[in-house]
């Protein structure tokens, strides 16, 4: 079997697993409880936290664990956009629909991106006025792998916090950034990137499913979303689930010390999928920035044809990839992605995701142009 859609779901690591195990059986013990074995699973846990605050460059208090990247991201728009009801929202018109779905329940502003799928700095500038409270802006698009400038739009949202001191307007204004597909090939330090929240998915960095983080900024106040015992610092009631936040730090250490070697392999084989796409199915055409864009992704359009049908035909290959976010394939919408960065229906219809990861080499890559270029001859 040769998998293409790491974008979707990663296998858990076996150091991750390794991790984890203790925490299922042995070490069950609820984190809040008052005994030694107990307090022992909150140390563990308190370790994880710190942990994962030392790849983002952040105080161990800064970071929430979730159970997932769509909470978290639920939690950073939910929990500040309730406090200021008033206020208003931009995000950019390629967000995952974890981000776009919350913000439409406020004031909400889309921002453009160019065809290569790109913020355009100059209408998210325009998109921000006065009431705006919270910009987000994701790192890297998890259908055509686009990598944002988050550091420009930083730079663009403390140019606007300057002007309304200036103004004394009081009104704070905050970036957020999901870093759900970036974590295993980017920067995460959150003073270098300058984000106000992040956050991260341990399902999409060969961490357990159902987990996840969001960073807030020390002095961030934000309403939570379940209520409960108080546990995250009040922002995330319920027991703790320790095996799952141990074993996110853990793939997050693994991907980001590891980061480095792998963007250069991921790197040579996008060259070589590309190439080879190119010399055998010159048909295709590939979407997304070719300079920023993520190492692990090629999406492309096959026009004339069906994507549906053509993933069955590669699974009967034994080909398994997508034809963009796994969340809305149920869908029959065309990619909100795509028509943002200017394809019709029927080019969206006609388009496929390949996302590569650390168990893919060149062999699978060359059965999966050979087989394209079978089908489509």
């Known amino acids: 079997m040769f998998y293409f859609d790491y974008a979707a779901a990663t296998p858990l690591d076996p150091r991750v697993l390794a991790a984890m195990q203790p925490y299922f059986s042995d070490n069950f013990y609820n984190p809040s409880a008052t005994y030694a074995p107990a307090r022992a699973a909150s140390d563990q846990l308190e370790a994880a936290r710190t942990k994962v605050a030392h790849w983002l460059g952040s105080r161990p208090a800064e970071v929430i664990f979730t159970a997932g990247g769509t909470e978290a991201n639920n939690l950073a728009i939910h929990g500040l956009m309730r406090r200021f009801p008033k206020a208003n929202i931009v995000v950019s018109a390629i967000e995952h629909d974890a981000v776009l779905h919350p913000a439409a329940e406020y004031h909400r502003q889309l921002a453009i991106v160019s065809k290569d799928g790109l913020i355009d700095l100059t209408d998210l500038a325009s998109k921000i006025d006065d009431q705006t409270v919270l910009v987000s802006v994701m790192y890297a698009n998890n259908e055509i792998g686009s990598i944002q400038p988050i550091k420009q739009v930083s730079q663009l949202i403390q140019e606007i916090r300057q002007k309304r001191r200036q103004q004394g307007n009081e009104l704070p204004i905050y970036l957020h950034s999901d870093a759900c597909q970036a974590s295993n090939y980017l920067d995460l330090h959150v003073a270098r990137l300058g984000v106000d929240l992040m956050t991260l998915n341990g399902g999409k960095i060969y961490g357990p499913k159902q987990s996840g983080v969001l960073y807030i900024k020390a002095g961030i106040e934000l309403a939570p979303l379940i209520q409960g015992g108080g546990q995250e610092s009040g922002l995330r009631s319920g027991t703790e689930n320790v095996a799952a936040c141990i074993g996110l730090a853990e793939a997050l250490e ?4 590891e980061r480095h070697e792998q963007t250069h392999d991921m790197q040579q084989l996008q060259d070589e999928f590309i190439k080879a796409l190119q010399q055998q199915v010159p048909q295709a055409v590939i979407n997304g920035s070719l300079k920023k864009r993520l190492p692990n992704n090629v999406h492309i359009t096959l026009p004339g044809t069906d994507n549906e049908r053509i993933l069955l035909e590669l699974e009967s290959h034994d080909i398994l990839a997508a034809a963009g976010s796994a969340c809305s394939a149920s869908s029959e919408e065309p990619s909100h992605v ?19 990861g650390r168990q893919t080499d060149q062999a699978a890559v060359e059965q999966l142009v050979s087989v394209l270029k079978q089908l489509l001859s």
């Open 338 to 356: 795509l028509r943002a960065i200017g394809l019709s229906d029927r080019e969206a219809q006609a388009s496929l995701r390949f996302t590569m």
């Open 254 to 257: 693994i991907a980001q010390s």
